[in-house]
């Protein structure tokens, strides 16, 4: 069990924040393995782009470390949402000294925090050899790419997730107080007393000047980052799953009937199931797994084929569905439900 005590002045002070690093570090921890349902598509995708990447650190770390991946790597978030950008260049400008002692802490342990010495990969030990501030560099990009690979076709579409969340925390909170709020993160955390406690196989008790919640579409369960070096005086992140399935599946592809897909081809019908609402390519892109420059073709047929309409909504082109796409979609949905049922 996991004790956070916190003064009303802490309460006062705690807050929420949308991490996309944290997204990123959560897929090289074990956890990230076995993801729960909601975050399938997203983390099993991340860990496939982890295994065939050219990304040594990071893949040696995850998949041949020893189940804990150094702090340094998830930044405190200093903001409500900071950028990944912002997010990255904290990585790369860590001090040396605090990425040496971090990776040092994987091979001599850490039993106060359950980890346990190990060998370090041959990968990480070269980089060491090369100094905490190469390491840094080197992890920073390596995460960039990753971002890249894995992340940012679909971020768009995840951070709008994310942000949902947060709107439904503020509405508790504003409607039945903080106490409610905690307790309605998940059944793992409970707030009584002046203590958020949350479920682990850690013992740890502390007194904290606030807390830091970061909702996450990758962990599978509540978790708590305490910043190994307390220099700073950072208060721990409080991580925990979104649950809603209804908003998670906003990152999960709309599956078309089989007829459609046959019509249309497999993409250009999930893209045209998939528009019940307004959405831009890039939202479209990161829901099915897609570039932008795929997205944006197929989304061209439909236009021509008067299945979709485009306008401008600011600074995106947000596409729509026809009534006639509707009725495509509709037709051969009642075809199928006749011949089956």
Not at 72 to 93: D, I, K, W
Not at 196 to 219: D, F, K, N, T
Not at 274 to 281: H, M, R, Y
């Amino acid at each position: 069990m996991i004790e956070l005590t916190v003064d009303a002045a802490g309460l006062a002070r705690s807050r929420f924040a949308v991490s996309p690093l944290h997204e990123v570090v959560a897929t090289l921890l074990p956890c990230g393995l076995q993801p729960g349902p909601e975050a399938d598509p997203w983390v099993a995708r991340a860990r496939r782009v982890l295994r065939r990447a050219r990304l040594p650190l990071l893949s040696e770390l995850a998949l041949n470390g020893p189940g804990y991946v150094p702090d340094f790597l998830n930044p405190y978030p200093s903001g409500p949402s900071p950028t990944v950008e912002e997010e990255l260049e904290r990585v790369r400008c860590t001090p040396p000294e605090r990425v040496m002692g971090e990776l040092e802490a994987l091979r001599v342990g850490r039993p106060r925090n359950g980890l346990a010495p190990s060998v370090l990969p041959e990968g990480v030990r070269r980089a060491m050899a090369r100094g905490g501030a190469h390491v840094a560099r080197q992890a920073a990009e390596e995460m960039r790419r990753y971002w890249e690979l894995a992340f940012a076709p679909h971020w768009e579409a995840a951070k709008a997730v994310l942000d949902a969340e947060i709107g439904r925390c503020a509405g508790v909170l504003a409607g039945h107080g903080a106490a409610r709020l905690f307790n309605s993160l998940h059944p793992d955390i409970e707030w009584g007393e002046g203590t958020l406690r949350v479920v682990s196989r850690l013992r740890i008790a502390l007194p904290v000047p606030m807390v830091v919640v970061v909702p996450s579409l990758v962990m599978p369960g509540p978790g708590v980052a305490v910043d190994p070096t307390r220099e700073e005086g950072r208060p721990p992140m409080l991580i925990y799953p979104v649950r809603d399935r209804a908003v998670t599946g906003a990152i999960a592809p709309v599956v078309p009937p089989a007829e459609v897909a046959q019509l249309l081809g497999p993409t250009r019908a999930g893209l045209l199931a998939a528009l019940t609402q307004p959405a831009s390519t890039a939202h479209l892109a990161g829901r099915h797994f897609l570039s932008p420059a795929t997205v944006s073709y197929h989304l061209g047929v439909l236009h021509r084929a008067g299945l979709v309409t485009r306008a401008r909504a600011g600074r995106s082109v947000l596409y729509r569905r026809t009534p006639e796409g509707s009725r495509l979609l509709r037709q051969q949905l009642a075809s199928a439900r006749g011949r089956h049922g």
